[in-house]
């Protein structure tokens, strides 16, 4: 497993839809862990939301709400709360046949995947 | 902790590459870590030939999960001894009673906390170390670090089944230090120590295969457990102990021989099942009595 880049810039203080103490704190303070995760986060779950609509649609319900309970565990880690919320509210709405909060959840993810790379790109220059 | 020594493994398993990414990333100042993404990876790399000292373990994975895994892990002799811990989002009790009761040593909620799964694994580690420490006191001879007399026991009764099962010949060497209680008296309780302790290395030294358990059986009588051994081979194990013990050339005036030498009784059986393990013991002393009775510092068989 290649080790963590050297960190040439640091997150802002707050992110949007994020609770980035509390994350920071699990972390030990460990910025460039947070950065790290926060690009593999882009990376292995940027296109959550049309997979969970493929599953949908091809009526996979029980894979939807798996790969939901996923992304609700990745956004966790990274303080992402806001969306871990809406998978979770979007994993339980399927559960019962109900695709009511899968809107909540898109917007959810859009926000926090663009709160991310404006973090990543524009954060102040180390 | 890093000092000097390598850090501590762990096996990861998690199918979620972010979580494990942050363990092994995460903990990487005081552990190296492997990562399995799914259960058969993880049963592969804890048997491997460099063992994980501790497996952090995710219950929710497709396929196999991971209260499953941590079953096989504990039914099987080389991995059943390696700590695990459960990492899971799941916080109810009943996944936690569930995973405690396939064998994990503890219980972290997810997201972890870095802090707090270091110091976990780090008091499961030195839990574990002592442990083994443990079981290693209670199998050794205190004062000749060879095994002892329970080790023995369990050994004995081990290779007679085996025996028993593939009538493959099972033999024992007794070996008695001649006068012992006089060098005792004579030199002292140090000196006898000291004898005690170069017996027992001659002991070891005079068995080739790794199955041979050469112990202390009590006093100044020590055996050598030779499985798959005929009366012949047996007989040149004892010879070596008897005439290894002789070169040492260890003063004792009050022997006939001057030095201290060993009798030895050497008995060979094919166990039986109707027999008790105890008739190879049996069988043994009554050779080194005669060896006793025959001059000592020889083999009788």
């Given amino acids: 497993m290649q080790t963590l880049s050297p960190l040439t810039r640091s997150l802002p203080s707050r ?21 790290d995760l926060l690009e593999r986060f882009v990376a292995e779950h940027g296109g959550a939301a049309a997979e969970v609509d493929a599953l949908v649609a091809a009526v996979q319900p029980a894979h939807a709400v798996a790969a939901l309970h996923r992304l609700k565990g990745a956004a966790r880690i990274v303080g992402a709360d806001t969306l871990s919320a809406a998978a979770q509210a979007a994993e339980e709405g399927l559960l019962h ?30 | 902790m890093n000092g000097g020594r390598r850090r501590p493994l762990l096996l990861i398993v998690d199918d979620e ?18 990562v399995a993404q799914n259960g058969d990876a993880a049963l592969r790399m804890a048997a491997a030939e460099e063992q994980p000292d501790l497996i952090l373990l995710d219950v929710m994975m497709p396929g ?12 099987a002799a080389e991995t059943r001894d390696i700590p695990v811990i459960f990492v899971t989002s799941m916080s109810d009790e009943v996944a936690e009673m569930r995973g405690l009761a396939v064998g994990a040593v503890d219980f ?17 580690l030195e839990l574990k170390r002592t442990r083994d420490r443990l079981a290693q006191l209670s199998r050794e001879d205190a004062l000749t670090g060879i095994a002892n007399r329970r080790r023995f026991d369990e050994a004995l009764e081990q290779e007679w089944r085996r025996s028993a099962r593939m009538r493959s010949t099972l033999s024992l060497v007794l ?60 007989w040149r194990v004892a010879e070596g102990i008897r005439t290894g013990i002789a070169a040492l050339g260890i003063p004792h005036i009050d022997s006939p021989h001057g030095i201290v030498t060993v009798s030895c009784g050497v008995a060979t059986l094919v166990a ?27 083999v009788v068989n």
Avoid: W
Wanted: glycine fraction near 8%.
């Fill in chain 1, 97 to 126: 046949g109900d695709r009511g909060a899968l809107a909540a959840f898109r917007s959810a993810l859009a926000d926090t995947l663009a709160s991310i790379r404006t973090a990543l790109c524009e954060g102040p220059p180390r």
């Fill in chain 2, 175 to 234: 070996a008695d230090i001649d006068f012992f209680k006089q060098f005792n008296d004579r030199y002292g309780h140090h000196a006898g120590d000291e004898c005690l302790k170069h017996v027992a290395r001659v002991m070891q030294g005079a068995v080739r295969r790794p199955s041979d358990l050469p112990a202390r059986y009590g006093g100044e009588e020590f055996v050598a457990l030779l499985a798959d051994t005929t009366t012949d081979g047996a």
């Fill in chain 2, 108 to 124: 972290i909620a997810k997201p972890v906390n870095l802090r707090v799964t270091r110091a976990r694994i780090l008091t499961h």
């Fill in chain 2, 64 to 75: 196999m999960d991971g209260y499953e895994v941590c079953r096989r892990l504990k039914v």
């Fill in chain 1, 15 to 35: 992110m949007s839809g994020f609770e980035l103490g509390a994350a920071r704190e699990r972390l030990g303070g460990n910025e460039r862990l947070l950065v």
């Fill in chain 2, 17 to 34: 590459p972010l979580n494990a990414r942050l363990l092994s990333e995460g903990l990487e100042e005081d552990f190296r870590a492997q």
């Fill in chain 2, 272 to 298: 039986s099942q109707d027999d008790l393990s105890t008739e190879l013991i049996r069988a043994a002393d009554r050779l080194l009595y005669a060896a006793k009775a025959d001059g000592r510092n020889r």
